[in-house]
């Protein structure tokens, strides 16, 4: 599996948009990038995921650069919920495994 | 949909007692489910892979003797700790995965936060 570098930390005010910046320099091309997030003292939430086109969901969204070698999940609007650790995870396509590295954490002030 | 459950949320045990942990995928039928553990500013360890009716397949490191694993059917796993020791205490998560998509999808429980005086 490929690996992610991230940020350890960062902080982000409450109502401003937030940028996670991931660098997945060795990905593979049949490679998804998938980001989950976890709150303290719980299980890791899904957030998106996505192979080389720009996604959005409800609650985020995800900019992969064309040559697929980083990316950057944005929290369009944070709030204090959203303080977390986030992880970036690359994964084979029809590979159940997801391999955590450090995550960054993002903490949301008001 | 795509919940996932688990039981107890939290366990306190005297050390050398056996502990069990059940992982349930409430809303769908999980193939594979998944045994981590979290030690406190840590991140998430994969300790297992567990097919239902299959041995389960154990990481580099894990003691199957330590951490028995049963699927014994599409909805539930379990995890049990036998003979518990204060380093076992630790926040064990359970995953379930299904194939409804193009890719498989994990589904995390909420954790068992388990502490052995």
């Known amino acids: 599996d490929a690996k992610t570098t991230q940020p350890t930390s960062m902080d982000c005010a409450e109502g401003r948009a937030a940028n996670l910046p991931c660098n997945h320099s060795t990905i593979s091309g049949n490679e998804y990038v998938y980001w989950y997030r976890q709150i303290h003292s719980q299980g890791p939430q899904y957030i998106i995921h996505g192979l080389k086109n720009n996604e959005t969901n409800e609650m985020a969204s995800l900019i992969i650069t064309e040559d697929r070698k980083s990316s950057t999940l944005i929290l369009p609007h944070a709030t204090l919920r959203d303080t977390a650790v986030y992880y970036c995870i690359v994964r084979l396509l029809n590979d159940y495994k997801l391999s955590f590295g450090a995550g960054t954490t993002v903490t949301v002030r008001a | 949909g795509a919940v996932v459950s688990q039981h107890p949320s939290w366990v306190i045990c005297k050390s050398g007692t056996s502990v069990k942990i059940e992982c349930r995928s409430l809303?769908?039928?999980?193939?594979?489910m998944f045994w981590y553990r979290q030690f406190p500013k840590q991140s998430l360890m994969l300790m297992a892979t567990?097919?239902?009716?299959?041995?389960?397949?154990?990481e580099q490191g894990v003691e199957k003797d330590k951490f028995l694993i049963n699927h014994a059917s599409l909805t539930l796993s379990t995890l049990t700790v036998t003979s518990a020791h204060p380093e076992d205490s630790s926040f064990y998560i359970c995953?379930?995965?299904?194939?409804?998509?193009?890719?498989?999808?994990?589904?995390f429980g909420p954790g068992t936060r388990l502490t052995v005086t």
């Open positions: 995953s379930a995965a299904t194939s409804g998509r193009v890719t498989y999808e994990q589904y």
């Open positions: 809303d769908f039928q999980a193939t594979t």
């Open positions: 567990s097919n239902e009716g299959s041995k389960a397949t154990y």
